[in-house]
Nanobody, 119 residues
Framework: QVQLVESGGGLVQPGGSLRLSCAAS????????MGWYRQAPGKQRELVAS???????NYAGSVKGRFTMTRDNVKNTVYLQMNSLKPEDTAVYYC?????????????WGQGTLVTVSS
């Protein structure tokens, strides 16, 4: 079974930085499109950033210029470098991936990691 595990969340002051990571484990052939989503209390889950298997990243307008998504295909891990954090960035951040297994493709969600931006 394929699993995604996020880490790196925590409490940070406005203007600070955090780096989230998401590692894939299990049996799979390749990891295709990956994305970071976030969900704040009372709000819908929204896409923050995505990255293709080739390393092309796309960002939501609210985080563009502040967040950077990268991937390490050798380690089967993606990262989200979060700079100049704002209180409105506070949310549970979830990793998502399209995982190509040997006979099929599945969409996988991680368990989430909490990011709190507050003084």
């Amino acid at each position: 079974q394929v699993q995604l595990v996020e880490s790196g969340g925590g409490l940070v002051q406005p203007g600070g930085s955090l780096r989230l990571s998401c590692a894939a484990s299990g049996s799979f052939f390749a990891i295709e499109l990956m994305g970071w989503y976030r969900q704040a209390p009372g709000k819908q889950r929204e896409l923050v950033a995505s990255i293709t298997s080739g390393g092309t990243a796309n960002y939501a307008g609210s985080v563009k210029g502040r967040f950077t998504m990268t991937r390490d295909n050798v380690k089967n891990t993606v990262y989200l470098q979060m700079n100049s954090l704002k209180p409105e960035d506070t949310a549970v951040y979830y990793c998502n991936a399209d995982v190509g297994r040997f006979v099929d493709t599945v969409n996988i969600w991680g368990q989430g990691t909490l990011v709190t931006v507050s003084s």
